[in-house]
């Protein structure tokens, strides 16, 4: 028998660097499995110091990629590209298996119900995460979706603030999930479809 992994303590850096590698892995697998064999990454060479101000540079290394939220395989994607390790909804921790990966992968999650004390706790626990990866104390970036819910994918709502309180560097991205029969997007497919549905989409990563 193996040796059983207590997903509620501390993981060593160098089972977490293994936990990582495996986990990118297991994304794109189940990318592939779904339909989605191809992610087209498309970088985009953008001056933000017009809103950043004139100290803003390129180049920073990054603590955290955003991106906006659509789909159940957007933080699937981030994972297949960065490992990332994610801020979800708490549900998402019950969900079978899924919630179990989610856990392994040393999601954050956020009650949205919690009272100020709790919500200043993952607060903290995301500004630590954010930091121990521009200090590259891990190769495990936080992902987070700043509209802080899914989209139907042709706007952007307003930004949660949780992503920004540590004022470090991010990387923006936006995910696009094209089809020629429907939109992959929550509001437009039942989930009961959307096992025999996800064909012939490409995913559009612009960082």
């Not at 920073?60 to 955003?66: D, H």
Request: contains cysteine.
């Amino acid at each position: 028998m193996g040796k059983k992994v207590d997903i509620s303590k501390p993981i060593s850096s160098d089972f977490r660097t293994k936990i990582n590698a495996v986990y990118k892995n297991f994304c794109q697998l189940a990318l592939y499995i779904c339909g989605i064999y191809h992610i087209n990454v498309i970088k985009v060479d953008y001056d933000y110091s017009k809103y950043l101000g004139k100290n803003y540079d390129k180049n920073a290394w990054e603590s955290t990629v955003l991106s906006n939220h659509t789909s159940v395989f957007d933080p699937i994607i981030l994972g297949a590209l960065y490992g990332a390790r994610m801020v979800s909804k708490d549900g998402l921790k019950t969900v079978p298996f899924i919630g179990w990966c989610a856990s392994l992968n040393e999601t954050i999650y956020v009650d949205r119900g919690s009272d100020a004390k709790t919500k200043e706790k993952i607060i903290d626990t995301i500004w630590q995460a954010q930091q121990d990866y521009f200090d590259n104390k891990t190769t495990k970036p936080l992902g987070i979706f700043p509209e802080g819910t899914t989209t139907n994918g042709t706007c952007l709502l307003k930004f949660k603030h949780g992503a920004f309180i540590s004022k470090l560097p991010v990387k923006p991205h936006v995910i696009k999930l094209t089809s020629k029969y429907y939109s992959p997007a929550y509001d437009c497919v039942r989930f009961i479809e959307w096992p025999v549905s996800y064909t012939h989409l490409r995913a559009h990563e612009t960082p």
